[in-house]
């Protein structure tokens, strides 16, 4: 039954997908400053907000593990940064094509990029340390502590357009239209929030069957130590 | 008078695999109890958790009256574990000195000193570890173990690995503490050797415990009789 | 009171053996020169403005490689003979044990340390290096502090994993990095022989501020790495 409604969210969230990716290059205009390539905001700025949110969220639970002992917090954050992570990787792939149009460079080491970067870098040892321990207890517990660690790396990231002066365009929802001064038009932000739900709906499927796998590796694990006990 | 140990319902998982299952195991304070069970049947995972190593997933723990993690249990608990624990860079009586300290040992030269002569390190005792021969770290480490005279001994098989020397040395250590009025949890496969002290029997069977109480009569003469009787015959 | 004699107790013995052998000092150490020498070929040596406006970078760079060396082996020094085991038993508290494995790899590290800033600053002519060596020897204690507190509780972590030696590094720049920017940033002007002024206070409160958040986190955690 669990199955299926993810199947059918997922499907859903894909149809809405499709139908934002119509909209945003057929319907919408260029915008007026920065052309075609502002579509790309779309999906970069769901995305940061996809992964940030799936860190955050990865932080708290394996608090909660600390604090708990249960599994499920342990499952839930490691399929929430393998998520977060892989659209950390969306979000600086876009960024980076947008910063090639528009500021005539691929990368700039600016304080917010640098801090996405380091986030990225991480969360990925973060992903090959858990592939080191074979005990998946041990592994839950120093997980846990490695990701309350790596937290405060997020919210240094957050926080570096506020405490350095950063290329990095300014308070986020505002962008698109913004560069003209006014404020965004009303057709681009109904697209965005559209592609917000659909990219986070997206998210949110791809975590629960990755909790689901991990759980069953978890019990495959512990069917062996028990032929081994035998 | 309050057990020197006391186990409730304790389960430890390692993943999903239950290693212990639901043990509740009550050791009266100054018996010597053997506990006893096949590789892999949880006795290690036990003693680790007496010892304040590791805490069970479920159920509770009491050392002498407190909680595993306590000062207070810890301060009173000596323990040898599969590995000598002492440090090699280090000469003979630094290491004990640093677990006296540890230990808040009053008097803790004077300790030291006695013990060294105890396990007849004496002579060496500014030698560095390292250069020792074997028997003679294993005397160390008992040292070691019993320096802050402790009320409970935790002893993870104590007398695989030791010498002849090292063995009447342990076993008239525990003769002595047992007379004092300490409590002696040892795991151990060497039947003979245990079972001149041990009072109680404890059998563990794949994380379950099969069987715990008095040391029957029966194996003083055939020491596997226990494990004829209630283990698994699988 | 208890708790300082016990983490006393814990860096006095570490100290002690690592002066025994002087396994990691001496590694630490040499390791760092030869950084410090590669250094020449990497930029022109004559040009001491370049290597003032580089040498915060560049020092801080040499403490933490030389640093992973020392973090290594701190825990790994427990591995033989179980001897961790034997201190997690005993009656001394995670956060005692943690501090005072902390201190003495600390106290290496800043040895270390102060020994390759007065060869770095006499062989690439950096003449005004010393002139705020108050300061400069704060901020070097305070770097060195955030980069032994981070690593001594990720050397913890990995001492348990296969691969330790890879993981640590991987593990633990990416988090030392705001400790390790500021310190940068602020030797950097104090070794160029100017004072700390306006905008770079912050780096000095940054600095600060993460001392205190990983020294809080670390010992908020790390019974949950040593106790299992």
């Known amino acids: ?230 | 008078m309050t057990p020197a140990v006391e186990v409730q319902k304790a389960w430890k998982y390692f993943g999903d695999y239950p290693a212990l299952r639901s043990i509740s195991l009550d050791v009266p304070a100054g018996t010597c109890l053997a506990l006893l069970g096949r590789n892999g049947a949880g006795k290690t995972t036990l003693l680790r958790i007496l010892s304040g190593l590791s805490n069970p997933s479920e159920g509770s723990v009491r050392i002498l009256g407190h909680g595993s993690r306590d000062y207070q249990a810890r301060a009173r608990t000596g323990m040898i574990g599969h590995g000598i624990g002492i440090y090699d860079e280090l000469s003979a009586a630094e290491n004990l000195r640093l677990f006296a300290r540890l230990f808040h040992v009053r008097d803790a030269e004077q300790t030291v000193q006695q013990w060294l002569t105890r396990v007849s390190l004496d002579r060496v005792q500014n030698s560095v570890v390292r250069e020792f021969s074997r028997g003679m770290r294993q005397r160390l480490a008992l040292a070691r173990a019993f320096l802050h005279g402790p009320s409970l001994l935790l002893l993870d098989e104590p007398f695989t690995s030791l010498d002849d020397r090292a063995i009447a040395l342990l076993q008239s250590l525990l003769a002595d503490a047992l007379k004092g009025g300490a409590t002696v949890i040892m795991s151990t496969h060497q039947l003979r050797e245990a079972m001149e002290l041990a009072t109680h029997v404890a059998l563990l069977d794949r994380g379950k415990l099969a069987h715990s109480g008095e040391r029957p009569v029966q194996m003083l003469a055939d020491p596997t009789w226990l494990y004829r009787t209630y283990g698994d015959s699988q | 009171m208890r708790f300082l004699r016990q983490t006393a107790s814990i860096a006095a013995k570490d100290l002690r053996s690592e002066l025994r052998t002087k396994d990691s000092l001496n590694a630490a150490g040499s390791f760092a020169l030869v950084i410090i020498v590669l250094f020449s070929f990497m930029l022109d040596p004559t040009e001491t403005q370049t290597v003032y406006e580089l040498s915060g970078g560049l020092l801080w760079l040499v403490f933490a490689f030389a640093g992973a060396l020392i973090l290594n082996r701190s825990f790994a020094r427990e591995l033989p003979n179980d001897c961790l085991d034997m201190l997690v038993a005993s009656p001394v508290s995670s956060s005692a044990l943690f501090l005072g494995k902390a201190t003495a790899n600390f106290t290496l590290l800043l040895v270390v340390e102060l020994v390759c800033l007065p060869v770095f600053g006499g062989m690439y002519n950096l003449s005004r290096w010393s002139t705020h060596l108050g300061p400069l020897l704060g901020v070097v204690v305070l770097g060195t502090w955030g980069v032994t507190v981070i690593g001594t509780m990720f050397s913890a972590i990995t001492v348990n994993l296969r691969l330790r030696e890879l993981m640590l590094p991987i593990l633990v720049y990416p988090i030392m990095i705001p400790c390790l920017m500021a310190a940068m940033k602020l030797s950097t002007v104090l070794i160029s022989g100017e004072a700390i002024t306006g905008d770079d206070w912050i780096w000095l409160r940054l600095l600060i501020g993460f001392d205190i958040i990983f020294t809080s986190l670390s010992l908020l955690t790390v019974d949950f790495v040593l106790v299992s």
């Open chain 1, 1 to 230: 039954m669990r199955e299926k409604i993810l199947y059918v969210l997922g499907v859903a969230a894909t149809l809405l997908l499709v139908r934002n990716l119509y909209v945003i290059f057929i319907t919408l205009p260029d915008e007026q400053d920065q052309g075609a390539i502002y579509r790309i905001m779309f999906f970069h700025i769901p995305a940061w907000f996809v992964c940030f949110t799936a860190y955050f969220l990865a932080g708290v639970t394996s608090v909660l593990y600390l604090v708990k002992k249960q599994f499920k917090y342990d499952v839930f954050s490691v399929s929430a940064v393998e998520v977060g992570l892989a659209f950390t990787l969306i979000g600086l792939a876009t960024g980076s094509i947008w910063a090639r149009i528009i500021w005539g460079i691929w990368w700039t080491w600016d304080a917010r990029l640098t801090w996405a970067f380091i986030t990225c870098l991480l969360y990925a040892a973060y992903l090959m340390m858990r592939n080191m321990m074979d005990d998946a207890s041990t592994r839950a517990r120093f997980a846990a502590v490695v990701c309350t660690f790596a937290f405060t790396s997020v919210a240094i990231t957050f926080k570096a357009i506020e405490w350095w002066r950063t290329q990095h365009p300014g308070p986020v929802l505002s962008l698109p239209g913004r560069s003209a001064g006014g404020t965004m038009d009303p057709e681009m932000e109904a697209a965005l929030r559209l592609n917000y739900l659909a990219l986070f709906v997206i998210a949110g499927v791809l975590i629960a069957v990755r909790m689901n796998q991990e759980k069953r590796l978890r019990e495959v694990e512990s069917l062996r130590r028990q032929v081994h006990a035998m």
